[in-house]
């Protein structure tokens, strides 16, 4: 399977507990992208990389959520001190901006997260 | 404010009809506009992408149309199939940024 790949799928922590995240893009997209989504909403913006640059970050994304991509292929996420109010599916997408569909981008299956 | 607005109701219809989903935004100065499949528990599928200076993309059974004047994107799927119950959302591409903003989805139920 060449898509886009998350880990894990579901994660169920306690309120306070720091959570990690891992994404896998499509290996020839440079562009990676994490967006956040609850029951019943669209998928919300929370940061995106080129290559391993940070280039924005959304004001959702409060300190407690730092992302990575240090080599420029997968990403982490990760939310220190969890909180209940960050339970959602958190999903991840990459891109290229020479393919043929250019601004699309292809998501991965999300990962769930449930805080106690 | 900026907003972006789908039907929030579920949209039903009979198999072999055609679907007609609505997207509205106001205060955006896009640059193109996706549409996206979701099924339950799983990420969104790009389906179809049209630039501002486009009025009208195809793609099989799948149509959209972008209307700038107007504020407002149409997606429609012909001849719909059970296969294409899901929620269909449709995402803003603006300038300056790669993000895509996102509409809050319309959920299709295709009925045999």
């Known amino acids: 399977d060449t898509g886009v790949s998350q880990d894990p799928r579901h994660k169920i922590t306690k309120r306070g507990q720091n959570v990690t995240f891992r994404c896998d893009p499509i290996?020839?997209?440079?562009?990676l992208y994490w967006y956040r989504q609850t029951l019943g909403q669209g998928p919300e913006f929370l940061t995106y990389f080129q290559n391993e640059a940070q280039l924005e970050k959304s004001r959702l994304l409060s300190d407690r959520f730092s992302a990575e991509r240090p080599k420029g292929s997968f990403s982490t996420l990760e939310i220190q001190r969890t909180e209940q109010g960050d339970s959602a599916m958190y999903l991840c997408?990459?891109?290229?901006?020479?393919?043929?569909?250019?601004?699309?981008?292809?998501f991965g299956p999300g990962t769930r997260l449930t805080v106690l | 404010s900026q907003k972006i607005e789908q039907n929030s109701e579920a949209l039903n219809i009979q198999e072999g009809k055609t679907a007609t989903l609505t997207c509205n935004y106001t205060n955006y100065s896009p640059a193109y506009l996706q549409w996206y499949r979701q099924d339950p528990g799983r990420g969104p599928v790009f389906l179809l992408l049209i630039r501002e200076n486009e009025k009208e993309k195809r793609k099989e059974r799948l149509k959209v149309t972008f209307d700038t004047t107007l504020k407002q994107s149409l997606f429609h799927i012909t001849a719909s199939q059970p296969a294409d119950s899901a929620t269909y959302l449709c995402a803003l591409g603006v300038y300056n940024t790669d993000k895509l903003i996102f509409g809050t989805g319309t959920r299709l139920q295709v009925f045999p």
């Open positions: 290996s020839e997209h440079n562009r």
């Open positions: 997408a990459s891109s290229s901006p020479t393919s043929g569909t250019r601004g699309s981008q292809f």
